[in-house]
């Protein structure tokens, strides 16, 4: 199983999509986290990519296009994979589509979540990363997930900020660049959505956003 997943930073991407990977035991492939680890261990991709994380723009394609597309070719997505946080733009979406088919490789699933840009802002300043699992969901606005005091709701671990996550701007340039439908993020889910009608392969579901964590969960557990 093939899946890509859309969604506003702060729509609850991650924990909708931790839900899918177990479900259908895949790899979960974040651009976002690779960066992240990258940063964490010093690499020279991580020093690159720094300077434009740091800033809340896109890191460039010549970097971001070949790591996932290599990382795509790894033992462990032999059998499907989940693709969370890319493609984030038009040619992203073209790349993934030319390299998938070249490989003979199907795509099964596209989720878009749907949701308001305001609320979704509120969301991503609220969520705090546990230092065992980035998936383990802490967020000190939502109820159902607040943390436990100032630890991890799930196994009591240290929570921090992600510094991106609390600078105003840097969520505003993030969301100019997920709601753009011409040549962004939206813009590159619906690259999918018109491939899903014309080759009738991909199935592309929309989810509402706005409801409690459980309810999404719900509605996609439903529509897959
Ligand atoms: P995320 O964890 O998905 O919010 O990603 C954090 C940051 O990593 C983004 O704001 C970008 O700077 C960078 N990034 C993640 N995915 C991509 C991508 N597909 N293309 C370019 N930059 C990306």
Redesign the pocket.
């Known amino acids: 199983m093939n899946i890509l997943f859309f969604g506003p930073?702060g729509s609850g991407?991650?924990t909708q999509g931790a839900i899918l990977k177990d479900k259908y035991n895949l790899p979960h492939i974040?651009?976002?986290?690779?960066?992240?680890e990258n940063i964490k261990g010093g690499t020279e991709l991580g020093a690159k990519?720094k300077e434009?994380?740091?800033?809340?723009?896109?890191?460039?394609?010549e970097?971001?296009?070949p790591m996932?597309l290599d990382r795509l070719q790894q033992d462990d997505c032999k059998d499907g994979w989940l693709l969370?946080?890319?493609?984030?733009?038009k040619t992203?979406a073209i790349k993934l589509d030319e390299s998938l088919k070249e490989a003979n490789i199907e795509l099964d699933i596209v989720v878009e979540i749907i949701l308001d840009r305001e609320i979704a802002k509120n969301r991503i300043m609220g969520r705090r990363l546990c230092a065992n699992d980035n998936n383990h969901p802490n967020n000190i606005f939502i109820d159902v997930i607040k943390p436990d005091g100032d630890k991890c709701r799930v196994c009591g671990g240290d929570l921090s900020e992600?510094a991106?996550d609390q600078d105003e701007d840097?969520i505003g340039?993030?969301h100019n660049?997920y709601y753009d439908a011409d040549t962004g993020?939206l813009a590159s889910s619906y690259y999918f959505k018109d491939l899903a009608a014309k080759e009738g392969k991909i199935k592309y579901m929309t989810l509402d956003g706005a409801p409690s964590v459980k309810d999404v969960t719900a509605e996609l557990i439903s529509k897959l």
Do not use: C
């Not at 974040?30 to 992240?36: H, K, M, T, V, Y």
């Not at 969370?84 to 733009?89: C, I, L, Q, S, T």
């Open positions: 930073n991407k991650g974040e651009s976002g986290a690779i960066f992240r990519a434009y994380i740091d800033k809340g723009d896109l890191v460039p394609d970097i971001t296009i996932i969370d946080g890319f493609p984030r733009n992203q992600r991106d840097a340039k993030r660049i993020t």
